[in-house]
């Protein structure tokens, strides 16, 4: 209806511009000032939005330092690469050992007879032994070439851990059968039933075996001049709380690595950095959302905001104040080089923090994860802001819960516009067909005028 202009019936004024401009009149200032509260809302959530997201990453960093568990991981490292590989958990005791990789595990590899792949070698089934296990499996007539029994040992539902493939090389095509697990406790070995003889029995040699051609071995090395054999290349608990690895034979030109076990000092270094920076963002959003621009006399969103001004300044409390159970020489952050800028940014002196984590690693836990600890503490006070039930938290929701009222009230504003207009539009209507009726008894009236005889004197 807004689009059309034409001019009234019957007076010839621009009815539909009226209407627009009654109707534009009416919904103007309530359009502005859903405009403004929306606008007021928007930059709220996004500042509230990003203030969580700064805290959000400081709790992720404090998380990686809370808790004893962060300074009782441990560090692996060897003299010489490539042989073996370790991860230690915290139960591992801090030390070094002489390790000599003799043997690598591998797995059982059994191959039949020589045969054409195009051979069908006749109904049965197949018994396989892996270990102490075994299973059968159907073989169809219509499937018994040595691809048709490979496939279907690969997809028999009571497989104990075999795999089959088929090799071709200069003598033909062999059915290859090998274990899923290294180790001697998982060698392999086949036997048949076939409807007629010289069928599935072509894969087994004159003895009715397979052919060896990869031997089961088990893994070995010396530890510190001790011997451990093992099923796998994965070794648990040879040392206390350490799983080694076994990638390759030791050699005479290398005959022997170093295994070393430490407290994973480079990781809480890396996590100390990382939480300075995180506390960093946290300041300069805070910074950026409460600052207030003298000379354009303009606030950002977050200025004079009472949570916000209270959060900064219990983290500076937590940051300074002394901590319960810390010890010397590691009693507060400055000890560890964190230091505080004019502009309330932290600042790390690295060279000071490796020295400590060095000399002092324990007294560093201590202050930052002991049982009343600072990230504790700071994790702590971040969960009352932005936790589920956070001070920040339930501002934000109640931001949103506003939005979505104001956007309920636009859709009502919006109905009654359109009935509004639809009334305007009648009146205006109404108006021009009283017009209409005036000017035609207008007319009718000056008709009559001019059609009236003359009275005036005439000439005899």
């Not at 990686?64 to 490292?77: C, I, M």
């Amino acid at each position: 209806m807004g689009d059309l202009k034409l001019p009234g019936v019957g007076s010839g004024f621009p009815i539909q511009s009226f209407v627009d401009a009654t109707v534009n009149a009416e919904r103007a200032p309530k359009e502005q000032l859903f405009n403004k509260r929306e606008a007021d809302i928007s930059v709220k959530l996004s500042a509230y939005g990003s203030l969580t997201g700064a805290l959000d990453g400081f709790k992720t960093a404090l998380g990686k330092l809370e808790g004893n568990d962060a300074f009782q991981k441990r560090s692996t490292s060897f003299s010489e690469s490539g042989f073996v590989s370790a991860k230690a958990s915290k139960n591992a005791v801090a030390g070094s050992y002489t390790l000599v990789v003799n043997k690598l595990a591998q797995a059982h590899k059994a191959g039949s007879q020589a045969i054409d792949t195009t051979s069908k070698l006749g109904e049965g089934s197949l018994n396989i032994s892996v270990g102490d296990q075994s299973f059968s499996v159907a073989i169809a007539e219509g499937s018994s070439t040595l691809s048709g029994i490979a496939d279907a040992i690969n997809r028999a539902e009571n497989n104990k851990g075999v795999k089959a493939t088929v090799v071709t090389d200069d003598a033909g095509s062999r059915l290859v059968l090998f274990s899923e697990k290294t180790g001697t406790d998982h060698q392999i070995s086949l036997s048949v039933n076939e409807s007629s003889p010289g069928g599935l029995s072509q894969l087994l040699d004159a003895e009715g075996k397979l052919t060896e051609v990869q031997a089961a071995q088990n893994a070995e090395i010396t530890i510190d001049g001790a011997m451990v054999t093992s099923q796998s290349n994965e070794i648990k608990d040879a040392i206390a709380g350490v799983t080694l690895t076994l990638d390759k034979i030791n050699t005479t030109e290398k005959p022997d690595t170093r295994l070393t076990i430490g407290y994973d000092k480079k990781a809480v270094e890396t996590n100390i950095k990382s939480l300075v920076d995180a506390f960093n963002k946290v300041v300069n959003t805070v910074d950026s959302l409460t600052s207030y621009d003298a000379e354009a006399n303009k606030a950002s969103p977050l200025n004079g905001d009472t949570s916000t001004r209270n959060l900064m300044s219990q983290l500076r409390r937590m940051m300074s104040t002394p901590i319960e159970g810390a010890q010397a020489p590691v009693q507060t952050l400055a000890d560890l080089g964190i230091t505080t800028n004019k502009d309330g940014t932290l600042e790390l002196d690295s060279e000071q923090l490796q020295q400590q984590l060095s000399d002092n690693f324990e007294q560093v836990g201590a202050l930052l994860a002991g049982d009343k600890g600072l990230t504790g503490q700071l994790k702590g006070l971040t969960e009352e802001f932005v936790g589920k039930e956070g001070i920040l938290t339930q501002k934000g929701e109640s931001l949103a819960d506003q939005m979505k009222k104001l956007d309920k009230e636009k859709a009502s504003f919006s109905a009654y516009m359109e009935q509004y207009e639809a009334r305007v539009y009648k009146q205006f209507s109404a108006m021009d067909m009283v017009v209409a009726q005036m000017n035609q008894q207008l007319s009718s009236v000056i008709s009559a005028f001019e059609n009236m005889p003359s009275f005036g004197n005439s000439k005899k």
